[in-house]
Structure formats: structure tokens, C-alpha cells
């Protein structure tokens, strides 16, 4: 089937403003009798929760951890984008908007992208209206940063710690609509089931973590705003908790995985210490702006101090082979730099997985203040985790699993294929392409949750009937009658091996052939292996503890679960894919120099898969990408 | 290295509790301490036995999720350190350490380590926010804010919501939690108009919900792993004063 993005025509400067003109809505007084399920409280869901309270709707947001304000937005480090071009550096709504195509590989709809960067800078505005304490200068105005990718500074930050202010900010609207009456949450509540009603989503069901109490919940509408799905490689800068399981449970039901190949690995993340790992922390790309990245010419001087390597035996390999962007060069290719060089066997630290980021001369030129004052809170966790100092030494840093931009397929309303079933944030695949660039995740939150997702819903609801089918429906008690087999089978298995055990196991699988580097032989393998473990997994897995209680080894083996269909079909994707395109690097198409290799002519389009079944099939869905404000081109950052 | 783990185990909210000896016989200097109990509870869990319950979830420090109190001190007693980012090189081979979940009236324990700190957000519902609604509001460069103003709030800000302080405080106090949402707002443009309103609704939903006063133990700072400062209850007094005479 060929899908239809549902995008506005005609000139895209106005594309945004008039789809909103011509979008539905719904009467005041009317709004209240309407509820909405937002299930997900982190930059996108936080913010549509709190928005679409405050225009009166009856919201019901949820999430795993025991407060909203912990989701995994929490964590982002860096900064986040908008095009207010207060610099006076040449940024504006279009190059944003042209950063943004161009740096996702040509994989993104224009009409998305627009508007994300028609919005970003609405997002500044209501965050310091919100008291979000972002970096100002001595004049008291807002201070920007660049970040990879992007040739102006335009990326606005709070310390180290962005995500976090952010998503404090979003935490307090959505306290303000709690106290209204307009929003309740769900805390400590996992979505295990989409509640589909004559093809419409109506519900959700969910286990509350506390209790094990299978809850249905009916909605006019259901919002998934449940992030990433990069824990599919089980270590990743993920939290503990992410998981693919409302997205997978949703695809499950009839809603289109669009993309789910495309997945970024983050070039600067603290390297791999030992087997007993649980997670890889990532230090924010920022540090780019000011270190340097090196790694020794000669293989054998890569077991010596880095100190004693002298300056012509380093081979800064970014600034030599990207003249222009240098350090700065997006993410895709500085990961794939950073793994070229260590399997040229020219990485460092323990493994040889690892090659250095260097402040010395920065150091030298703006004083380790400076330094400490824009990167502090950093080099402190660098220290706390490695034990080294970054100032005295080069840090040493590897690539790690760290964003998905495939997700749930949804038209330009956000709405995926399931009528009623709106998706937000990193769980959508919208407008990142085939590679997202830094800060920009923040900024699609924010966008979505406060500034699209308030009109376009309003524009599918305006066509409902409130509370026209409640939980009392058969499919609610079908759901969860469902959702208790699979919990009740996974604890009677009663096995030899923990699910972090197979988590490990599918993780390696995902890691080695199906991550930075993709081959049709690799991917095939995985093909294999990945159904091979599931079978085990399903034969064989020890779940300790009961449902009737906080188990958290419960909790694993559900997510778990749904990560190895999941895995089957980002691989099957991957295979699919015959080009090379931003995240998504096929041994197979590259050019002599080893840079990615677009096929535009066969793959110009988006995959979007439905599940057929386990073990089944997929079908792919295509939905064609058209350029007609940005021409189509190889991506150089010579 | 090899440890002795004394851990409170505690079947549900109604079970007494009781604490209980394991072994880590194998402990790598480069671990977390979370990564240590995962191991513990990979032995347990190949037994079959119930595995220890602990919350966490972002391991970076950030998400606030993780509180176990350690020998004694919440986080473990690491300046600036949440238990997640405590490594094991903390340790020494042959140690005993005693694993407490947050002790305090206001967070009755779930199971084991792991407490209900749903206290924390009523105080945040009550008033920890400007009143401002989507869209509509002014350029982000409408107002310029001293660089020293917005460097105060960001210190304020960076409290992650742990609940660590009310651990540690003899009151249960969460005062500090509190005052570092009052003094982020406060110092603001845009949180001074409603900062009267906000301190009042604040503290008074910490008293309802169960939380102490504070009398100056400062248990809290030493605690904090963001290292919020004992100045900004003072900040939060000098607040609660002048919304007293209008
Ligand atoms: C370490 C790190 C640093 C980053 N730094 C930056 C940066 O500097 N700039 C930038 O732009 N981006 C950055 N990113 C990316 C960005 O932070 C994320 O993409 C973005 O915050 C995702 O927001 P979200 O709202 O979509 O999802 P999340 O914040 O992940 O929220 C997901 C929500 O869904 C809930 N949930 C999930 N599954 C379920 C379920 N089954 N049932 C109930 N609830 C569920 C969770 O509880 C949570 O509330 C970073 C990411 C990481 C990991
Ligand atoms: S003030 Fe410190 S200890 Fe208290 S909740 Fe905030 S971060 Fe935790
Ligand atoms: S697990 Fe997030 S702060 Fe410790």
C-alpha cells in the first residue's frame, strides 16, 4: 500500500498556518467531556499533557517511573535548538529547517520539518516564561552553542543539564493541571496493551507496578509519547526502564513501525569498562565545540600515555578528513569515523575501543575555567565513572546506541494509522530522517507536545463522539485477559536464565550485526540468531517473584519480550534498506573513501511495517518522500 | 573484592522487615554500586529466590530515581554522588555494607529499597510553577536576566527530586527540596509575581503531606548529591516573611 503523509500543499512558508486554519475544532465548553490518555510524561508527553489540559480536556497521563518528571528527557545534556538566530550568524526558520533535511540524509518530510523549525522558537519563549534558568551572558540575554551538524550557534542550554530543565519546566505545567483538576497521572503504571475498537484506538490497558492490578483505561483518544528503543542493543545511554514495549504493543495492534533501522550511535559516550555493564553514559557532543578528537598514527604507540605522543604521531583524523565541520561533523559519520579507526587497530584504553578527546589545547588557549565552566558538571561524571581526569588527560570515548529515529508511522497530524492513535516525540519517526542532529530531539518534544499536537488533535476529536465506547466494551476485557496470559506465562516457565541474561544475549546479536555497520551477510545472521534466542527465551527464562507485587524482573521479561519481535523486524528493515543513509550504513554501499551512498532512485521513501504475526512476514507500506524545497544532494561536510 | 551486604528486605508495605546477609564474592573496583547488586541479584535470581527490589532507572545521576541509604547516609555519603554514579573503587575488599531503603515518615516503603515518595509531588502540585499558559507569551529575550540571577536559579534548579534530604533530616523535613523550587522561581522575573502565593501553597502541603519542620541539622546539604545549598531554605524563610506582611 502506498501511504499518504496526509502533508499540506502549496508554498511551504505558509504550510503550517494554514493547515491549522483549515483543521477542525472543538467548541469550548465541549472539551472537557473529552479524554484523552497520554501515556508517557517526558518532553513530548509532558507537554502535551499539561497544553491539553489547559484547554480543558480530561487528561490521564502515565508512566513507569514513580514521578513524571523522571522520564528519560531528564537525562539530555547538551542543549536544544531554535531558530531565533539571536547571534546574528546567519540562522533562520529556512536553514533550520535545511540543517535539519539535509542532516537526516534526505529521510525526513519536508512539511514536518518545517514546521518543527517554524516552532522552535516558540518552544524558547514558553520555556523561560516557564522560569526554565537557561545560560544567559553578562548582558543578562540568552547564550547559544553550536553543536554538530550545524554551522551557526543556535543551540540553547542550562548548564549540562538542558533535558533536565526542560522537562522541569514541562513537570510544572503538568503540576499546575493536576492541581486544576484538568490532568491525572498514572505513576508507576506500565502500558502493556492498545485497546483497538473496529479499528479505532480506544484504551489502554495497563499494569499498575505497585499492586500488579491489570487496569483498563478507555480515551477518545490515546497519546503514545513513550520514547526510544535503542535498549533493543540492551547497553545504550537509554535509562534502565526504556523500553519498545506501548510503541510494540501498538504496532501489534495495527499501527505501522516506520524506519525502525534508522538508529543513532552517539560518538562521544565513556567506553565499555567490563562484561558486568549495565548502561553507557553518554557526555554531551558539546564537548566537541572543544575538544579534539585523536587517536595515535602507529598502532604501537596506542598502548603508550597519551602525553607521550607526540603532536605530528597523532592523526586527528575528524579535522582531516571533514576540513569544514571538523570535530563538529554530525553524528553518523563521527561514530563511523571513531569505529574505522579502531578497527584499523589505532583505538586506545582497555579493549582498544576507545579513541581520545582532547581539551589541552583548549586548555591552553581559553584557561581550564573557561573549560570547567562550560563542560564542569562532565568531566566530573567522566571522573566518577573512569576514575581519570579529563583536564589533566585526554578522556577516551566510544560510540554508543543512544537514539532511535524510526518509530510509530504517523501522518503530518501525528496521528499514526490507527485513527485515534496519536504519537509524540522520539516514539514517532517524523522528522529526523535517516539521522537526527544534536539538540534537536529536545526541540521535537517540546514542538510536539505544546505547539502541534494541541491543534491537530482538536482536529481528529471534532469528528468523535465523546466517551462513545468506555471500558465496559468487550475489547477491555479481551485486552487484559491477554495482557494476564503473557505476565502468567512468563512466570511459569520457570526456566535456567534471568531475562538480563537474554537481554545481553539479544543485545550482542543487535550490537554486532546490525549496528554501525551493516552487511546483507550480517543482517541475515542476525535473522537467524534473533528467533533462535526468542525460542529460548520463551522455553527457557527464570521470572522470580509473583505478579501480585513490585517485580521488576517481571517488568524485564515483558520488555524484553517485545525487544525480540521488535529486533526482527528493525533487522528485517535494515536488510531491506539497500543504500547507505545517516545512521543506516551498509558495507555494500559505499563510496571508495567509505562515506554512505544513498540509493535515492529505489529508497526515497519511507518503510513503514505492519506485524502480520510472530515468526510472520511483515508488510512493507511505502510512503514516498518528495523534495521540493530542498534539492536533493549528496550530504558532504567536507 | 570480596563484600559482606547486610540489605533490608520487606515484602510489602505491611511485612515488618527485617535485615538480610548476602555475599558479593566478586566485585569490580569499575562497578556502580547498582551494577553490584544486579550481580547479587543475578545469584538470587538463578536460585530462585526473590531478588533484592531497589529503584533506579537513568544511572546517571539525573532522574532522581535511585535512594538507598548506605552505612548510614542516603546515597552513601560520595560529595555530590547519587548511589547510581557510587563505584565500587569506594570499597575496600572484606567491607560490610549495610543497604537501607529512605527512612521517613512521609515515604512508607513499597517493597525492600524501595519507597512511595508520592509526598514530594503534592508539595510540586501545590505551587512549584509559574502560572503561564501555552503560546502567548513574550520573546525569550524580552526581559534580560542578570547573569548572577539565572546562575542562582540554575543552582536552585538542579535538585533532582530524590527525596535524600528528607532521608537524612531527624524531622523528616523536605525543606530543602522545597526551597530549591521556591528560590529557582523566586529570583525570577517571571516566578516573583506569584511568590507570595507559591511559598504559602508549598510549605503548607508539606506539613499536610507529612513532612517535619526544619531546625537547622543541615543533614540535608551533607546529603544532597546536587549539592543544593542550605542557603536557599534561608532564601525560603526570607520568602515565607514577606508573604506574611502584604
Ligand atoms: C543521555 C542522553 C542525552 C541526550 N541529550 C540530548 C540533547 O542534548 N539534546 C537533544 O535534543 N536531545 C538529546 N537526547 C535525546 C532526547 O533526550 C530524547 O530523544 C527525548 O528527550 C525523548 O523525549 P520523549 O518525551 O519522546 O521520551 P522520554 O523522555 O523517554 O519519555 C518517555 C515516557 O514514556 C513513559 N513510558 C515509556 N514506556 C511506557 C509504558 N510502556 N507504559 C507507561 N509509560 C511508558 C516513560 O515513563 C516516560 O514518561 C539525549 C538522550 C539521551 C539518552
Ligand atoms: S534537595 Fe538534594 S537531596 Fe533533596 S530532593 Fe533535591 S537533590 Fe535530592
Ligand atoms: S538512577 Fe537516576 S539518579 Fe540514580
Redesign the interface.
Known sequence: MILDGKCPTGPIETSWDRHRFESKLVNPSNKRKFKILCVGTGLAGG?AA??LG?LGYNVHAFCY???A??A?S??AQGGINAA?N?PNDGDSIYRLFYDTIKGGDFRAREADVWRLSQVSN?I????????V??????????DNRSFGGAQVSRTFF??G?TG??LL?GA???L??Q??AGTVT?H?RREMLDLVVVDGVARGITCRNM?TGAIESHWGDAVILATGGYVNVFYLSTN???CSVTAAWKAARKGAYMANPCYTQIHPTCIPQ??E????L??MSESLRNDGRCWVPKKVEDCERPPGQIAEEDRDYYLERKYPSFGNLAPRDIASRAAKEQCDDERGVGPGKRGVYLDFADSIKRLGEDTIRERYGNLF??YE??T?ENGYKQPMRIYPAPHYAMGGLWVDYNCMSNVPGLFVLGEANFSVHGANRLGASALMQGLADG??VI?YTIAGYLATVKPGAVKDDHAEFKKSAEEVKANIDKLLSI?G?K?P??YHRELGKVMWEDVGMARSKESLEHALKRIPEIREEFWSNV?V??SND?????LENAGRLADFFEFAEILTKDALNREESCGGHFRTEHQTEDGEAMRNDEDFCYVAAWEFKGTGVEPELHKEPLKFENVKLAVRSYK | MKLKLHVWRQ??PNDKGRMEVYDAPDV?P???F??ML??VN?V???Q????I?F???????????CSQVINGVPHGGQE??TVC?L?M?EFKDGDEIFIEPWKARAFPV??DL?V???G??KI????????????G?????A?????DI??Y??DA??C??CGACVAACPNSSAMLYTSAKVA??AV?P??KVEAHRRVMAMTEAATEHGFGNCSNHYECQASCPKGIDVKFIAKLNREYMKALIP
Do not use: W
Not at chain 2, 56 to 65: K, L, S
Not at chain 2, 124 to 135: D, L, R
Not at chain 2, 137 to 141: C, I, L, M, R, S
Open positions: 507537554a499539561a497544553s489547559e517511573q514513580d514521578s518528571r523522571r528519560h531528564i537525562a531565533k539571536y516558540n524558547i519563549d514558553q520555556c523561560v516564561a516557564q522560569g534558568p537557561f545560560a544567559r551572558d553578562y548582558a543578562g540575554y540568552l542550562a548548564r543539564q533536565q530543565q522541569l513537570y510544572s505545567a503540576s499546575r493536576v492541581k497521572l505513576e505497585v535509562a534502565m526502564g569498562h567490563g558486568h555493564q549495565s548502561k553514559t553518554l566530573e561524571m566518577k565513572i576514575a505544546y505547539f494541541p520457570n535456567t534471568t538480563s541474561e527464570k522470580v517473584g507485587q513490585f517485580n521488576q524482573e | 515484602n510489602g569490580s569499575d562497578q556502580s547498582l551494577e544486579d550481580d543475578l538470587l535470581a538463578r530462585g529466590k526473590d531478588v527490589a529503584d533506579h532507572d537513568c544511572r546517571e545521576g539525573i532522574c532522581g530515581m555530590r554522588t554514579q563505584h573503587r513499597i517493597k524501595v512511595d515518595r508520592g514530594l509531588e510540586m502540585q501545590a505551587g512549584g510553577y509559574t502560572s503561564c499558559h501555552t503560546g507569551v513574550a520573546d525569550g529575550n526581559l534580560p536576566i542578570g547573569k539565572a546562575d536559579s540554575m534548579a538542579e533532582i527530586g529557582q522561581l525570577l517571571q516566578g
